[in-house]
């Protein structure tokens, strides 16, 4: 039964990747997901008085890795797909983790234009400062996770200066925090992120000017920021 359910599931990614792909992370495990065994039915006591309720782990083992294995083929083949991947890996087994971070640290991202790779950016970023901050969640991700997404994004980090520092003057002070909310001093954070943010401008006034700087500036936060210094 379960070589025909797995077999089955590798059929529908061949011939529909995309409704698939939809569906598949519904068949991986998930930090809020819990269930329960069935009613033994009365009327059938007499056949099930050997009857053992329990899981069969290696069964379950076996369709997780195989699940994973097809969610990261299936992102090879459209990489647009990394973001849901993002948001599930601790649904995905860790034995594969290694193939998905050599996967992404040898992608070839010429073929992204550059907003596609500022948003990839900004997107890993966000998330590594949110497992960061929640580090004592049971759905955050391991060090050793992290580790591998600091790592990723530092290789996608644009190097332009105004993009590469625009979320620390587009976002609030607590967004910027990569500590745990418990272990934070919020008169010291706000002191060092108001410094950086006055060393970051300096530096883009001296090489840019200001006409490029109010440019930059593009909405009502950034601007409220940036006027503090100034």
Same mark, same amino acid.
């Given at each position: 039964?379960?070589?025909?359910?797995?077999?089955?599931?590798?059929?529908? /990614?061949?011939?529909? *990747?995309?409704?698939?792909? #939809?569906?598949?992370?519904?068949?991986?495990?998930?930090?809020?997901?819990?269930?329960?065994?069935?009613? #033994? *039915?009365?009327? +059938?006591?007499?056949?099930?008085?050997?009857?053992? !309720?329990?899981?069969? +782990?290696?069964?379950? $083992?076996? !369709?997780?890795?195989? @699940?994973?294995?097809? /969610?990261?083929? &299936?992102?090879? $083949?459209?990489?647009?797909?990394?973001?849901? /991947? =993002?948001?599930?890996?601790?649904?995905?087994? *860790?034995?594969? @983790?290694?193939? =998905?971070?050599?996967?992404?640290?040898?992608?070839?991202?010429? !073929?992204?234009?550059?907003?596609?790779?500022?948003?990839?950016?900004?997107?890993?970023?966000? =998330? %590594?400062?949110?497992?960061?901050?929640?580090?004592?969640?049971?759905?955050? @991700?391991?060090?050793? /996770?992290?580790?591998?997404?600091? @790592?990723?994004?530092?290789?996608?980090? *644009?190097?332009?200066? &105004?993009?590469?520092? #625009? $979320? =620390?003057?587009?976002?609030?002070?607590?967004?910027?925090?990569?500590?745990?909310?418990?272990?934070?001093?919020?008169?010291?954070?706000?002191?060092? %992120?108001?410094?950086?943010? +006055?060393?970051?401008?300096?530096?883009?006034?001296?090489?840019?000017?200001?006409? %490029?700087?109010?440019?930059?500036?593009?909405?009502?936060?950034?601007?409220?920021?940036?006027?503090?210094?100034?």
């Amino acid at each position: 039964l379960i070589d025909t359910k797995i077999n089955t599931v590798k059929h529908l /990614v061949e011939v529909y *990747p995309d409704i698939t792909w #939809k569906i598949i992370f519904s068949l991986l495990p998930n930090t809020h997901s819990v269930s329960s065994g069935i009613t #033994k *039915p009365k009327y +059938r006591k007499e056949l099930l008085a050997n009857y053992k !309720q329990e899981v069969n +782990r290696n069964n379950y $083992q076996n !369709q997780i890795f195989t @699940y994973s294995n097809l /969610v990261i083929a &299936l992102m090879k $083949q459209d990489f647009s797909r990394f973001y849901t /991947v =993002l948001d599930h890996l601790n649904s995905i087994n *860790p034995k594969l @983790y290694d193939d =998905l971070f050599c996967f992404l640290n040898n992608f070839d991202f010429s !073929q992204m234009n550059e907003k596609e790779k500022i948003d990839l950016w900004e997107n890993v970023s966000k =998330l %590594i400062r949110k497992h960061k901050k929640f580090n004592k969640a049971d759905w955050s @991700y391991s060090s050793e /996770v992290i580790a591998k997404l600091e @790592y990723f994004a530092k290789k996608i980090e *644009p190097q332009e200066l &105004l993009t590469k520092n #625009k $979320q =620390l003057f587009t976002l609030y002070e607590y967004d910027l925090v990569d500590d745990s909310c418990d272990d934070v001093d919020w008169d010291v954070v706000r002191k060092e %992120i108001y410094e950086k943010r +006055r060393l970051i401008l300096n530096e883009i006034l001296d090489m840019y000017g200001l006409e %490029i700087l109010e440019k930059f500036i593009t909405n009502e936060k950034m601007a409220f920021n940036i006027s503090r210094i100034l």
